[in-house]
C-alpha cells in the first residue's frame, strides 16, 4: 500500500513538471485527481498546482475547513516544484452517499497588503453503492406474520381458578355453618369439687381475724366455728350436722366409728358455743384463742384420718361428672338430630 502510494505521488509531480510554464506567464491555478466512482470510505487522491509570474510574500492553499462534510483530508503535502510552480497533494477519504462535486477551493496569493484569491474548477464525483444493481433500491417490507394465538392455556387457567375458587367459598360457608352452631352449642360446665379440709381451713382462718368486743360479736364467732366443723362432717360423712343438735350430732359420731380425738376436740368447741348461745356465758379473749386451736387440733388429726376418705370422694365426683357431661351431650346431640 505504502508502495502504491509513492508511485501514485511520483505520477503526479511528473505530470506537473511536464506542464510547467515559461516564466513571465500569467498565473493560474489547476486541479487535478484519479477520481472515477467512490463508495463510502474510499480514498482518492487530489492535487492542486499553482502558476505564477512572480514570488509572493505567502501563498495559502486549502484546508479541512474548506472541503465539506463529504470530505476529509487523511494527508496533506506541498512541494515546490520550480520558482514559478508551486503544488498541493492531499489524500481525500470520501463518505458521500450519491453524486457530488469537490467544490470549487480557494488559494490565497499574498503580497504585503494586496492578496490575490485563486480559485479551483469543481470536480465532480460518482457515487458507486455496494448493493447488486437489483438491489439498489430497498426492498419494501415484509408484512408481520401474524402467529396463530393458543388460548387454551388462558382457558384452563381460568376454570382452574375458578373451580378453586368455588370450593374455597363452600369451605367459607361450611366453616361459617361451624362456627355459628359452636357458638349457638351449650357447653356442659362440671361442678368443681369441694374439698371438707380445705373449705374447713378457709372457716377457721376468716375466724382469726375477727374483731371480739362485745357478747354479740362472741356470739357470732361460736356461732361460726361450731358450723364450720358441722359443715365439715355434713360435706364428708353425709352427716345432717347442721340440722342436729350437738347431744345429737355427738351422738351419731360416736355411732359412726368417728376417731375419738375428732370427737373430743368436736364436743369441746360445741360445748363451748352452746354456753354462749343458750346460757349467755361471757367467754375471754383467751378461751377464745383457745377454742381456735381446738378447731386448729381438729384440723391437723382431720388431714391424717380422712385423707383417704377425700380422695374417695374426689374419685367419685370426677366419675359423676363425666358421666353428667357425656349425659348433657348425648342429649344435645339427639337434639340436634332431631331438629335436622
Known sequence: MAIKKIVTEFFI??????FIPLSGQTQNIKEFSTVDSLQVGDTFDFAITLDKNREYDEITFPDSSDFDGTFEIRSRKQFKLSQYKDSVYYELQFFGTVDTLIPKLPVQLVQKQDTTTLYTNP????FSS?????????????????FARAWWPYILGFLILAIAAYYAY?????????????????????????NPLKEFRKSIQQL?????????????FYSDLGDAIRQYYES???LPALESTSGELLNMLRNGSIDQDLIDDTRAVLQEADMVKFAKFNPTQKQADRALKKAYNFLDRAQQIDGPRIDHLR?????????????????HKNSEKVNA
Open 13 to 18: 509531480v511528473c505530470l506537473l513538471l511536464i
Open 123 to 126: 470536480v465532480p464525483v460518482g
Open 130 to 146: 455496494i448493493l447488486a444493481g437489483n438491489d439498489e433500491s430497498l426492498r419494501p417490507l415484509k408484512p408481520i406474520f401474524e
Open 170 to 194: 363452600q369451605y367459607y360457608l361450611q366453616w361459617q355453618v361451624q362456627q355459628e352452631q359452636e357458638k349457638e352449642r351449650p357447653t356442659f360446665t362440671p361442678t368443681p369439687f369441694q
Open 208 to 220: 382469726e381475724n375477727a374483731e371480739l368486743s362485745t357478747q354479740e360479736d362472741y356470739k357470732d
Open 236 to 238: 364428708l360423712y353425709n
Open 315 to 331: 374419685r367419685k365426683h370426677q366419675a359423676k361428672m363425666e358421666s353428667q357431661r357425656e349425659e348433657f351431650y348425648e342429649e
